[in-house]
């Protein structure tokens, strides 16, 4: 869905049966259609070679559809060259002109536009401000940290104003911190300009905590686009639910059928009680989806449906949660997330604990290659 209170406004951008190929055989993107509404922070999220980039890049200008439209605010841009889009762009390498200063490479698309000169003083100290770098009009690139060019680079593509922003996996050159930061920086600077950001990544964990909604790609195709907690709660197929977060996979055939439930005998083991999602009939295979934070262990709640004994084979401290591992229903590699919480409960390695989780909780899926 769109972000909040845009339901009903014409999309910003559309992408009609958006196909590229390279090579006149091979499709990167396949049929491609999206809406993008207007102040939405919309990330394509996805494995290398999935589409996502060359997305991006038509939408920049950078490459042209094989078959397809893209439309911005209800016009076609298809012979609209990248300089008269009216589109900023945010690169990962920062793309800063290494010979002019701050200000100047700020005042550089303002002159490209032809804006007055005091009104091209006042943008670029208001962009400054916006990414708290006052002071700094001065000095030149090679002057700063890494995170004080991005945001450099980010002011540059915000500086004229434009429709849309596109950002290119800006953060993949910063180190863990100082992208966790820049994060949370650019998704505030996202909700108080009330921009439209189009974000392009790999990592998930950034997706997640910088979108209103976000594609997930695969072979040139959206695999589901929804919220982040939709994306993570109810994947809505194996693929998605292994790419987003961390996650228990559960293979086996569907033996009996019950309303919205499935009995699914897991490598001849065991029967696990699981969610029918997206998969129909007794017999076929599935694979399982479960994320470890809803694994409960020594389980009193009789109403869980599912309740194993497994064998405990490794544990990793992480501070808030205690990384466990288990043996249970074939699956060597069962992950259980148990909470680092005052009294918490201890476990041992090679101990037999008792181990439960709801049938609501467990998603069938189609079965994962």
């Known amino acids: 869905m ?22 006149g055989e091979t499709l990167v993107v396949k049929d491609l259609n999206l809406e993008i509404a207007q102040g939405e922070f919309v990330t394509m999220l996805g ?13 920049a200008g950078f490459l042209t559809p094989t078959n397809g439209e893209i439309y911005l605010d209800d016009q076609p841009i298809g012979n609209i060259p990248p300089h008269k889009r009216n589109i900023g762009f945010v ?12 200000s100047e490479n700020l005042a550089y698309p303002l002159k490209v536009r032809r804006l ?10 208001r ?37 849309l922003v596109l950002m290119d996996e800006p953060l993949g050159a910063l180190d863990k911190n100082l992208r966790e930061q820049m994060q949370f920086e650019i998704k505030h600077i996202h909700e108080s300009l009330g921009i439209t950001v189009v974000y ?41 639910s292994q790419f987003i977060g961390e996650n228990n996979r559960l293979s086996g ?18 029967t696990v009680k699981a969610l029918k999602v ?11 989806s479960l994320r470890p934070e809803r694994v409960t262990v020594t389980p009193e709640d009789e109403r869980l449906e599912n309740i194993f004994e497994g064998q405990v084979r490794e544990l990793i401290y992480l501070g808030d949660h205690i990384r466990t591992r288990v043996n249970v229903c074939g699956n060597d590699e069962f992950i259980i997330k148990v909470p680092n919480s005052y009294g918490h409960l201890v476990v041992d390695r090679d101990q037999k604990i008792k181990i439960g989780w709801s049938a609501d909780d467990c998603r069938a899926l189609d079965a994962f290659d």
């Open 91 to 102: 690169f990962q390498n920062y793309a800063l002109f290494p010979h002019m200063t701050i």
């Open 200 to 240: 392009v990544t790999h990592d998930q964990s950034e997706a997640l905590t910088m979108s209103n909604r976000i594609a997930v790609f695969n072979d040139g195709v959206i695999q589901q686009i929804s919220t982040p907690d939709i994306l993570y709660e109810k994947p809505e197929n194996a693929f998605v």
């Open 47 to 59: 494995p290398s070679g999935s589409g996502k980039t060359t997305c991006l890049l038509m939408l």
């Open 2 to 23: 769109p972000v909040a209170g845009t339901e009903n406004v014409k999309p910003l951008v559309r992408f009609e049966h958006i196909e590229k190929s390279f090579d």
């Open 116 to 125: 007055p000169k005091n009104k091209v003083q006042d943008r670029v100290a």
């Open 253 to 270: 055939k569907v033996i009996e059928i019950s309303g919205d439930k499935f009995t699914v005998e897991v490598e001849g083991r065991a």
């Open 127 to 163: 962009a400054l401000d916006m990414v708290e770098l006052t002071g700094f009009e001065g000095r030149m690139p090679s002057q700063l940290s890494g995170g004080q060019q991005q945001r450099i680079a980010l002011a540059r593509a915000l500086v004229f104003e434009p429709q």
């Open 278 to 288: 997206n998969v129909d009939e007794v017999g076929v295979r599935t694979s399982m």
